[in-house]
């Protein structure tokens, strides 16, 4: 799932459409990922970094709707251009209400739906390296403060949230309890040092709680890191 990101997600669920869509969308040298529902739409948003999303209306396990509605009230940006059936206008304004950023209307024309992307992307501004983290299945989204966990949000405390980034950000070498301690509490930490134990014991609860494998590693004597996967010790 990892690898499963690129610069536009089209969630279209005609296949003879899509393809069409993908095809013009790659030659203008952007990287497409497809989805055909809402629910493997929303699994590899979480996943991925995106520049802009293609959304059609009518899909088989809902509407492109509820996609705005989830993803705007995570505190994602990213630009989403619904692509809705020609006369239905109130789907054009339930979309923009619900945090749409355009639209286009079936059937359009090719060179207008790539004018369109290239107009949200440039509202939208360049690509924000960095703003997501990521270590096998565990994916922390740094501006939204968002975490998520084979696409299921996962809810973190603070700390909890700034130990993860930390971890992530060292991602697969070890962070000494030290530097975690200085970083994650610095002038709110008074000495005690179960502190991080206890953090880290909610952070494994939280992030094993669907039965994912152990992804937090002790590295005895040292410190803490992530692994996919077997154990470091
Ligand atoms: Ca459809």
């Known amino acids: 799932m990892s690898e499963a990101t690129g610069d536009i997600l089209l969630v279209e669920d005609e296949p003879d459409l899509a393809r069409v869509m993908e095809l013009a969308l790659h030659r203008e040298g952007y990287r497409v990922v497809r989805a055909d529902t809402v629910e493997k739409a929303l699994q590899l948003f979480r996943c991925g970094d995106w520049r802009a999303v293609l959304l059609d209306v009518m899909l088989p396990d809902g509407d492109g709707f509820s996609f705005c509605r989830i993803v705007r009230a995570e505190g994602f ?22 945090g749409a950023d355009d639209y286009v209307t079936k059937p359009f024309v090719m060179e207008e739906l790539l004018a369109r992307v290239r107009a949200a992307l440039r509202r939208a501004g360049g690509l924000e390296n960095g703003e997501v983290l990521r270590a096998g299945d565990v994916v922390l989204h740094r501006k939204t403060r968002q975490v998520y ?55 494994r609860r939280k992030l094993e709680a669907d039965g994912g494998f152990p992804i937090v590693h002790t590295v005895r004597g040292i410190g803490y890191c992530l692994r996919e996967g077997g154990s470091v010790e």
């Open 77 to 98: 940006s990213t630009p989403i251009l619904l692509v809705t059936a020609r006369g239905a206008w109130q789907d054009r304004v339930e979309g923009l209400d619900l």
């Open 149 to 203: 966990r084979g696409g299921q949000t996962v809810t973190l405390r603070r700390k909890e949230f700034d130990l993860l980034e930390l971890l992530l950000l060292q991602y697969p070498w070890v962070v000494s309890r030290e530097t975690l301690i200085e970083r994650v509490w610095g002038m709110d930490f008074f000495g005690d040092e179960n502190i991080l134990e206890v953090c880290i014991y909610q952070l």
